[in-house]
């Protein structure tokens, strides 16, 4: 879910970035929108002349958490068990990395502007929309510099200009029905030669 979540903002971001700069730039594959491409994140790089989206925290809302342990489900003649949802907001961190600093900056107004006139997204606007999710909310995040600092220093990188986002909720909903776990019982096997 969160993968698909991560893609289709990617998607559509890339999407208006390709109409409004239109032949002004050339992007390989036609993607102005990337994620990081490194096999080892301790080496987190960013592709130059590019965006790069990078998931950079979960959150599980509690608001909308149940304090059940499970939730009875009616099926039919029988009442099964359920566990409750949990409702995740995603923090997205958008980085515009161009050789040509005003570049990044063009960019970085291009994001804004996007989530701006694109706050909610649901199958009304976007019927592409997975059916297991509702809505996505977007909501821009204003951190203090001593928590984006922490940030850059995590990801092992100097400040670049950029944009996180708050993606509100992504629901997990448990679809299978608790029955009865199996019994898995490991043998240990001790050396009698000890």
Do not use: C
């Not at 099926?75 to 040509?100: E, T």
């Not at 900056?105 to 999710?133: A, G, T, V």
């Not at 909903?173 to 000890?194: G, L």
Request: avoid cysteine.
């Amino acid at each position: 879910m969160i993968d698909y979540v991560m893609s289709f903002l990617q998607e559509k971001l890339n999407s208006y970035i390709i109409v409004k700069i239109g032949d002004q730039l050339s992007f390989s594959n036609n993607k102005a929108v990337v994620f990081i491409q490194n096999q080892n994140l301790k080496d987190v790089q960013l592709q130059e002349n590019t965006i790069t989206t990078l998931l950079i925290n979960l959150e599980e809302e509690y608001t909308f958490r149940s304090g059940a342990a499970y939730e009875r489900m009616p099926n039919g003649s029988r009442v099964d068990q359920k566990n409750p949802n949990i409702y995740l907001n995603l923090y997205v961190l958008f980085v515009p990395y161009f050789n040509d600093y005003n570049h990044s900056l063009k960019f970085l107004s291009l994001i804004i502007k996007f989530f701006q006139s694109h706050r909610l997204f649901d199958r009304h606007n976007s019927p592409e929309l997975d059916s297991e999710i509702e809505k996505l909310t977007m909501e821009l995040v204003n951190l203090p510099f001593t928590e984006q600092r922490d940030v850059w220093t995590g990801l092992g990188l100097p400040y670049r200009p950029s944009v996180i986002y708050k993606v509100r909720m992504v629901v997990f909903t448990d679809t299978d029905t608790v029955e009865s776990i199996p019994d898995v019982t490991t043998k240990i096997v001790v050396p009698t030669n000890m």
